[in-house]
């Protein structure tokens, strides 16, 4: 099946589940402490406050630091994009902000959840994949908090969607290839980036790649794309 097939109206009631449900925690805890969705410091999870201070300060003050004020020592324990991605969002908007845009991907990687196993399984497990992905209460509670797991989901799913087609379909039905490669390259870079447990990712799609490579007798052609992947 095709990944440019029209997107049912099914799915759709998938999504706005998925922000109902985000929205009725967030309600909650407008209710009942409302301070929370105010101030990153509140959560309960030092990790997700020191990615947050992490982020800040890189774009306040220049420095890489889980320091709440000068010297600030720099820290090596933790990669960049999430406390980018938080701290950014927390000087825009305050924790509310995090809290917001981490549902919104949340609900936008059931679509691409779907997208992705539709053009590979068909459209029935790909919207109960979906269905599974959307109910998730664990990840709905996360997202409150500033925690990497949202994120990270949105761009693992992002990049198997661009690479997939690239190894699964025969060579003359491939369209853009390049630039599926580039794209998701660059997404699963950011994926590490994000969480570094993703790291073997990369590899585990130049070997598929190399395996189709043998089986449909294109070795060459198959180098040459997981090479490409994998320097992107």
């Known amino acids: 099946m095709s990944f440019h097939t029209p997107i049912p109206r099914a799915i759709l009631v998938v999504v706005l589940a998925c922000l109902g449900i985000n929205l009725g925690i967030g ?13 990153y410091r509140l959560s309960s999870n030092p990790d997700g406050r020191h990615y947050v201070l992490l982020g800040r300060n890189l ?3 220049g420095h890489y630091s889980r320091c709440q004020q000068p010297p600030y020592l720099p820290d090596m324990m933790r990669t960049p994009v ?27 990687s059931c679509l691409l959840l779907f997208l992705l196993v ?3 399984f068909g459209e029935k497990p790909a919207f109960w994949a979906a269905v599974l992905l959307g109910t998730d209460l664990m990840l709905a509670t ?8 949202s994120l990270f989901l949105f761009l693992m799913i ?7 087609p690239v190894l699964a379909a025969p060579e003359s039905k491939q369209y853009r290839r390049g630039w599926r490669l580039l794209g998701g390259g660059i ?46």
């Open 187 to 232: 997404l699963l870079g950011l994926t590490i980036l994000t969480r570094p447990v993703a790291l073997y990712l990369p590899l585990a799609c130049a070997v598929g790649c190399l395996g189709f490579g043998v089986y449909r007798s294109k070795i060459t052609s198959a180098v040459c794309v997981a090479g490409l992947l994998l320097l992107v």
């Open 59 to 61: 774009l306040l003050h």
């Open 118 to 120: 539709r053009a590979v």
């Open 82 to 108: 999430y406390p980018l991605f938080a701290g950014g969002l927390d000087i825009v908007g305050g924790a509310g902000a995090i809290y917001l845009v981490q549902a919104v991907l949340h609900a936008a």
């Open 158 to 164: 992002g990049s198997a969607l661009l690479v997939v």
């Open 27 to 39: 309600v909650l805890i407008a209710v009942n402490r409302p301070a929370y969705l105010e101030d």
């Open 142 to 149: 996360y997202n409150f908090q500033p925690m990497s797991e």
